[in-house]
């Protein structure tokens, strides 16, 4: 979703609209000068979704968080210390649009490491169909800890099929729902905004049971029915995207306060191939949850736009535009999906 350009009520209609007025009043154009600009490409705002339901009379899903993120080339993360350099660049565009940043705590804050695998068909039908199949498992001192987590998210630029699609697992155990907004950079330019919605769920490992073969596509058609409409033959098998498995290394940097009550934790990731822990990409994000009400405090979101739109233009040098993790990932062997993203 690009940014809207001024129409009638833009710049130019303003300084007409000025023409001739009190000239007493420029004390409090000043004043209304320093808060925050009008919206212009929506974050807190998505468009509404049609009434629906899914099979078993249950209403669509609606959206109940926005995500920003800035897809970071990977060749300045070198040690702990450069997850830091990308604080210092936000404190600029930060004091510029009234929101405050600290990193408080998160200086001693150690890294995450986590690992992430993605499941595909060989010829990427999931992926070409805006289906992601992932799973994660947190590493402490080393060595895996807990359960493995698994996500299953239909993720697409139109609202409507993300909300009419019914991601729900058939599963014994528990799983949770998150339909999500997610706020990119235009793809061919900074200082823009695009928007893709993810419908997600997320369950434990041990949460599906105990499937035979949890790489066999009939297994997993039972387990995320949406998948049964991909099935072209008998015994078809997943397995590893780009034969990878990704490292992922996380540090929280700090909070960002947009006012009005409505604070975010951001934190900047560093994706690396495991074995030679060659750089594959970064990224910058934050998660705003909307309230009860289905929405955000329009004030909040003001101040969070023009930080998101100025945080891109401070570290144009750092984003790589275009892209995102998971497609970084299914382009390694040199085969890009026909993805929606």
Known sequence: ???????????????????????????????????????????????????????????????????????????????????????????????????????????????????VLFLDTR?????????????????????????????????????????????????????????KAEVLPLKDEIGGMRILYSHNVEMS????????????LAALMRIFPPLAALKRHQNEMVELVSNTIVEEVLQDIGTLDFGDGVTARCNVALWRARGDHRPLIGEFGYQLKYRRTGKLNERAMRRAEAFFLALQDEARDWIALGATKTAVVYRLKGNPPKAHE
């Open 123 to 179: 010829d990427f039908r999931f992926y070409n169909n805006a289906f992601i199949l992932r799973r994660r498992i947190p590493y402490q001192d080393g060595f895996p800890v807990g359960d493995p987590e698994i996500v299953f998210k239909f993720r697409h630029p139109d609202i409507q099929k993300c909300a009419a699609t019914d991601v729900r697992p058939d599963v014994p155990g528990d799983y949770r729902i998150k339909f």
């Open 205 to 216: 490992l041990t949460s599906i049971g105990h499937e035979e073969d949890r790489t066999s």
């Open 1 to 115: 979703m690009k940014a809207k350009k001024s129409g009638k009520g833009g710049v130019a209609a303003k300084k007409h609209a000025g023409a001739g007025k009190d000239p007493g009043k420029k004390h409090a154009k000043k004043a209304n000068a320093k808060r925050a600009p009008k919206l212009r490409a929506g974050i807190g705002q998505v468009p509404e979704i049609k009434p629906g339901k899914y099979a078993d009379g249950m209403p669509y899903n609606r959206v109940e968080y926005t995500e920003c993120k800035l897809i970071l080339r990977p060749n300045h993360f070198t040690s702990r210390k450069s997850f830091f350099d990308f604080a210092k660049l936000m404190r600029r565009p930060a004091a510029a649009t009234g929101v405050k940043f600290t990193t408080g705590e998160f200086v001693d804050a150690p890294l995450q490491i986590r690992e």
